[in-house]
C-alpha cells in the first residue's frame, strides 16, 4: 500500500490510464482543429469529437446532437441557468434547493440580483428535498407568472444524497418547466436516463468521473421540449452556437473514454464502492463513540460517507493525519473557514459541521486503504478527545 492515500473523490478523480491512453494521440500528433474543414487535420479531430459525443450521449440515454461540450460542470450550470432564463425573457421564477453546488446557488444569487425571483427548497434531515415542496413552489400565486426553471441536483458532493429526480422530472413536466439537474457527482456512479427522469437540461464533469480536468459537457434536450438556449460565450458559433470556442479536442476525447468505461464497469464498480464504504463506516461506528452519519444511509453515492466526530475539529483532525486525503466539513473561503452550507441545510450547528468528514471512495481505493484509514482516523479521534477536557473520560 502506498502513502498518502487519496479518498477525496468528490472533489476530483484520478484520470483512468485508459482515458489518458486514448487521449495522447490528440495530445500530440493529431492536433486538428475540429472546426477545419479542409484537410485531414481537421477531418480526423472532428470525428473523434463526434465519437466522444455519441459516448457521452450514450452515458445518459441521449442522442449525440443533444451534447454541447464545455469547460466543466460549473460552465454547464451557468449555460444552463442562465442560458434558460434569458431565452424565457431573462425574468421570472426559479426554483433550486438548499444544497446545491455553489456553481448553481451563485449563479441562481446573480439572476436574482438582475430581477429574478429564486425560491431555495430546504430539505429534510437525509438533505432530500420534499417532493410536496416542489408541488407547492410550482403552483404560482396570485399575481405570479409561471416558473421558468427548476434547478436541483442529481446527487450532493458532500453527503452523496440522492434527490429524487424521477419525481422532480415528472412534476416540471407536467407543468411545462424545464428541469435541470447538476449530475457531475451522478453520471458515471449511478444509471441516469434523461427520458425516464424527463430532465432536460444536464451538467456533466469530466473530472469527477476519472477524466481529465477543464471539460465537461451539457445535455440539453431537442425533442418534447426543444429547449432554447442564450449563449453565454459569444464567437465562432461552435457547437450550435450554444458554446463557441476551439474544442478542446483531447479533453473531449478523454470525457468520452470515460464516459464509456463508465457504462461498462459502473454496476460492478458501485457494488464494489459500496462495500468499501459500508466497511469503513461499520469500523468508525464500532471503533468510537459519539460519531454519527451525515445524509441518507439508503439513497446516497455508492462512494459517499459524511461522518461528524464530536469534539474533534476536522481542521485539527487534519493536521494529525497527513498522510491521507480526506477533506472537511468546512469551505475556506478567502479569509476565514466557513461551515458547509449543506451540513448546515441539514441541521447540524456550526461546531458539528465544523467536526465533520467527508470521505470520498473512488475507482482507485482498495480495502487494504479503507483498515487503514479506519484505524488511523479511531486512533487520532480518541487521541485528540483525550486533549480536550469535555471528552476526557467518554473516549
Ligand atoms: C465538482 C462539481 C461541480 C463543478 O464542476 P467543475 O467541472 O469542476 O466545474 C459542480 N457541481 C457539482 C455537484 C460538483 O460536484
Known sequence: ????????????????????????????????????????????????????????????????????????????????????????????????????HKAVLDTCAWLEKQGCRVTALPVDAEGSIRIEDLRAALRPGENQEKPLLVTILAANNEIGTLQPIDEIGALCHEHGVLFHTDAAQAVGKIPIDVNRSRIDLL???????????????????????RVQLAEQMHGGGHERGMRSGTLNVPGIVGLGAACEIAGTEMEAESVRLAGL???LQAKLLAGLHHVRVNGSKMRRLPGNLNMTFAGVDSETRMMGMK?????????????????????RALGLDDEAAHSSIRFGLGRFNT????????????????????????????T
Open 277 to 279: 464504504r459500508d466497511r
Open 1 to 100: 500500500m502506498q502513502l498518502p492515500i487519496y479518498m477525496d473523490n468528490h472533489a476530483t478523480t484520478r484520470i483512468d490510464p485508459r482515458v489518458l491512453e486514448a487521449m495522447m494521440p490528440y495530445l500530440t500528433g493529431e492536433y486538428g482543429n475540429a472546426a477545419s474543414r479542409s484537410h485531414g487535420f481537421g477531418w480526423t479531430a472532428e470525428q473523434a469529437v463526434e465519437t466522444a459525443r455519441a459516448q457521452v450521449a450514450k452515458l445518459i440515454g441521449a442522442t449525440a446532437r443533444e451534447i454541447v461540450f464545455t469547460s466543466g460542470a460549473t460552465e454547464s450550470d451557468n449555460l444552463a441557468i442562465t442560458g434558460a432564463v434569458q431565452a424565457q425573457g431573462g425574468r421570472g421564477h426559479v426554483i433550486t434547493q438548499a444544497t446545491e
Open 367 to 394: 480495502e487494504e486503504e479503507v483498515d487503514y484509514v479506519a484505524d488511523r482516523l479511531i486512533e487520532v479521534v480518541k487521541m485528540l478527545r483525550e486533549l480536550s477536557p469535555q471528552f476526557a473520560d467518554i
Open 323 to 343: 498522510d491521507v486525503a480526506l477533506s472537511s466539513g468546512s469551505a475556506c473561503t478567502s479569509a476565514k473557514i466557513e461551515p458547509s452550507h449543506v451540513l
Open 203 to 225: 451538467s456533466i464533469s469530466g473530472h469527477k468521473m476519472y477524466g481529465p480536468k477543464g471539460i465537461g459537457a451539457l445535455y440539453v434536450r431537442r425533442s418534447s421540449p
